[in-house]
């Protein structure tokens, strides 16, 4: 992460896309590559520091700027270009409008709180996997004396964002080259891994002594809060089963929310919490605010029966995509079935770098 907002980021060596595999070394993407006609308004990448003013230097960042948005049409939806395949969920538009209505949904869920994590003047913070850049816009609002980063596969995000905050393309699965963060958030990067013990290590190892991860995730399967008088609805939980069959034969587990807080414990974090919010998946409570939340998460749900699985099905397991809508079709009626008080548990695990 070496952006020119950032003073004590660490310079780029060689700004070669194609050599890349350095979390952190990776150029924060220019202004030029929306000049590929892209429609995502990428000017809030700042230039690197490291790119002079040179012709060649200028022709590695146009082959990034437009490797970057060459973005796979597959299906009706698009995908991410910038190491193409590794991540399976859209990042058209459609997907872009859920990830900003889920964060509606955290806000609820968590009454309001950004971070549940007792942090206190955070300087440097990292959001891994930023997606729109929702929740990072949020946080650097909420906390202007720090400086934000926020970092994607996709450049999807907003130009128009607060001056503590810059946004970068890379790959969270390379190795990080960062100066220590105080705070660290990862918030739905279930499906998205390949080895979690190695990314919360290399979170650990960028943290400030008594700095703080936080994920935020939730569990894959949907319960039925109802199931012994109405059952569990089939088609949904057909849905569910083939996601985690497909995240685990491409060795992206969805497994995430139950397994974070072991892991943390495993590496050497103190202090780990972990808080569990029933969230209901559709407008069932009688109670008015879970009710509220509930209108909210299901349209999510909705949402995510395409974005949640299209690949997963077609590339992974071999579906159809005709044979995927009339599934995701009959998942949304299920979802819609007033009979089935359906609902999703949420985990937030915090854990804190020793002292030592
Ligand atoms: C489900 S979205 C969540 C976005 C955001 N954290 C939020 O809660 O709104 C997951 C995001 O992780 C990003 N992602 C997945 N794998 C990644 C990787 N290896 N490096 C960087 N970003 C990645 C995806 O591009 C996507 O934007």
């Known amino acids: 992460m070496s952006g020119s907002n950032d003073p ?4 780029v060596a ?3 896309p194609q050599h890349e595999e350095t979390l952190g070394q990776t150029a924060p993407i220019d202004a030029g590559l929306a000049d590929d006609g892209a429609s995502d308004d990428t000017s809030n990448l700042d230039g690197d520091s490291a790119f002079g003013d040179d012709g060649s230097e200028r022709d590695s960042k146009t082959s990034l700027s437009s490797g970057i948005t060459k973005y796979r049409e597959e299906n009706g939806r698009r995908y991410h270009a910038y190491r193409d395949g ?3 969920l859209p990042n058209d538009d459609a ?3 859920r990830l900003d209505l889920h964060h509606h949904v955290f806000n609820l869920a968590l009454d309001g709180k950004l971070v549940m994590a007792p942090i206190k003047n955070p300087q440097r913070v990292l959001d891994v996997g930023t997606g729109t850049g929702i929740w990072a816009i949020d946080f650097a609002d909420q906390y202007p004396e720090s400086h934000v980063i926020g970092c994607d596969l996709s450049p999807i995000q907003p130009g128009w964002i607060p001056p503590n905050l810059e946004f970068e393309v890379d790959d969270i ?3 990080w080259r960062h100066n220590p963060f105080s705070y660290i958030h990862m918030r739905s990067l279930g499906g998205s891994i390949k080895d979690w013990p190695n990314l919360l ?5 960028h943290l400030n002594p008594n700095g703080w991860l936080e994920i935020v995730e939730f569990e ?3 319960r039925v809060q109802n199931e012994q008088d109405v059952g569990f609805p089939p088609m949904i939980k057909k849905w569910q089963e083939g996601l985690h069959d497909a995240g685990e034969r491409i060795g992206r587990s969805f497994e995430v929310a139950t397994q974070a807080k072991k892991w943390l414990q495993e590496i050497g974090f103190e202090d780990v919490t972990e ?3 029933k969230v209901p998946d559709s407008p069932w409570p009688r109670d008015r605010r879970q009710k509220e939340i509930g209108v909210y998460q299901q349209q999510n749900m909705l949402d995510a029966s395409s974005s949640y699985g299209q690949a997963h099905f077609t590339r992974v397991l071999g579906w159809s995509k005709d044979e995927y809508d009339i599934m995701s079709a009959t998942v949304r009626k299920e979802l819609k079935d007033k009979r089935y008080h359906v609902y999703s548990n949420l985990h937030v695990i915090c854990g804190r770098r020793p002292e030592n």
């Open 8 to 11: 004590t980021a660490v310079p």
């Open 14 to 16: 060689s700004p070669d």
């Open 86 to 88: 590794k991540y399976l």
């Open 95 to 97: 997907e872009q409008d």
């Open 173 to 175: 699965e390379d190795t």
């Open 201 to 205: 290590s290399q979170a650990y190892n």
């Open 220 to 222: 894959v399967l949907i």
């Open 275 to 277: 808080e569990v919010v």
